[in-house]
């Protein structure tokens, strides 16, 4: 079975928003695919980030793909406001603590012709996503706590990833497996070798000094 392409989505979460459209000016000129969106409650997770009005004005600041990550609490109330903002694809958790409907949810997101999105957190066993894993387009396998920016990868989330690849493999399925947290070059290739094929990338990208080096660098593994 052919390797889906590898696909680099920076996280807004850690760039600059004192200068925001400039950020998202760069990460696209600088050959980003997505970008990835991190929206925190102060509940699900111990952080507040931002909400639909930012999400909208990014939307009108690019035309990448926007992956919208809901680390919050009844995702399936909030829905209808991201899509208006302009997701493309959005992510919800199946941990009991984001207190929804999973499949649901992912019905609703489906029925809003938005591509959808599952996660889990690292301490969430790989079989809460599997009765799931027909239903979506990606499985986000969270290699950090949610939460906070630059922590360090936790390398045995990888079984979690493999897992995920055996199952696309094993179906004939086209699921997108997406990482976050602690991703850089190196990471990125451990990832990218178990069958990770979406990286999503902050302090690594927006720390850099040169934007499109930093995405060349996660990407510089995948062939092959």
Not at 1 to 7: D, E, S
Not at 14 to 43: K, P, T
Not at 105 to 120: P, Q, Y
Not at 130 to 153: C, K, R
């Amino acid at each position: 079975m052919t390797r889906p392409k590898i696909l680099v989505a920076p996280s807004i979460l850690a760039a600059n928003f004192s200068n925001l459209a400039r950020e998202v000016q760069r990460a696209e000129e600088s050959g980003a695919d997505w970008l990835h969106l991190d929206i925190m409650d102060g509940h699900f997770v111990d952080n507040i980030s931002f909400g639909p009005a930012v999400v909208k004005t990014i939307r009108g600041l690019t035309s990448l793909p926007l992956d919208v990550h809901l680390m919050i609490e009844h995702p399936d109330h909030y829905l209808p406001r991201f899509l208006e903002a302009g997701a493309n694809s959005i992510t919800v958790h199946v941990e009991p603590e984001a207190k929804h409907d999973v499949a649901q949810t992912l019905g609703a997101i489906r029925a809003a012709k938005c591509d959808v999105g599952l996660s889990l957190n690292p301490a969430t066993p790989f079989e809460a996503v599997e009765p799931y894993l027909p239903s979506i387009d990606l499985l986000l396998v969270m290699t950090v706590h949610p939460g906070f920016g630059g922590q360090a990868f936790r390398p045995e989330m990888m079984d979690k990833v493999k897992r995920a690849k055996a199952w696309r493999e094993s179906h004939g399925a086209k699921l997108h497996i997406e990482v976050d947290g602690g991703i850089n070059a190196e990471t990125a290739s451990v990832s990218i070798t178990n069958g990770a094929n979406i990286l999503v990338a902050g302090t690594s990208i927006f720390r850099a000094q040169d934007y499109r080096q930093a995405i060349e660098n996660l990407r510089s593994n995948s062939s092959g």
